[in-house]
């Protein structure tokens, strides 16, 4: 409920000019405490309501509003208060949906990283187990893993029968199969699977 405010000495018929000095301080008293509860209602926090109201105030008395009478005066003022927490509360949303975007791209940028972290480090080891391979099965995995070639393009281009390639991606596997822990051996065959270019 509204409290009740005692009208101070305003004429409900007389014209209201808000740029008089005395008038705008009796209709600032008539209702200043009214339409802050009013705009409490709307936007919680009394502070906000309470400076809401001061705005509107302070552009009618920037602007020297002037009203028929009594009734025109309190109409605009709670029209005005009302589209002025209004503007606050879609200004309060618009400000909390940039934070959870803002909060969102963090997130996404941060599980990026992390992904990106650890495939970089599964790759790191996985390709220091392959340094340590004998030459041409490190050459046979090598240009399957970067390049993705197939079996038969590396053996056209190293030379070798194809069945000596097949030979020696199967002698590499197993060697790193012993190497590597399981989860990157598993990483190894889906990047065989799936080479990166």
């Known amino acids: 409920m509204i409290p009740e405010i005692p009208s101070e000495s305003l004429s409900a018929s007389r014209p209201i000019v808000m740029g008089d000095r005395v008038t705008f301080e009796q209709v600032f008293r008539n209702y200043h405490k009214s339409l802050s509860y009013y705009a409490q209602r709307m936007v919680i926090d009394q502070t906000a309501a309470e400076d809401l109201v001061s ?23 709670y029209r005005a208060v009302r589209h002025a927490a209004i503007n606050y509360l879609k200004a309060a949303q ?52 970067r390049e993705g070639k197939k079996l038969q393009e590396i053996a056209d281009e190293l030379g070798l029968s194809l069945q000596t390639v097949k030979n020696c991606k199967g002698r590499a596997l197993r060697r790193l199969r ?7 051996f598993i990483a190894l065959l889906v990047v065989l699977s799936y080479p990166f270019s």
């Open 94 to 145: 618009r400000t909390a949906k940039k934070h959870a975007d803002a909060g969102n791209v963090y997130a996404d940028t941060e599980e990026s990283h992390q992904e990106r972290y650890i495939r970089s480090e599964v790759l790191r080891s996985i390709y220091q187990q392959i340094e340590i391979l004998p030459t041409q099965e490190r050459a046979v995995l090598l240009l399957s893993l």
């Open 178 to 184: 012993t190497k590597l822990s399981a989860e990157d």
């Open 55 to 77: 705005e509107v105030f302070m552009k009618c008395w920037k602007e020297r509003a002037s009203f028929d009478n009594d009734d025109h005066a309190r109409f605009y003022l």
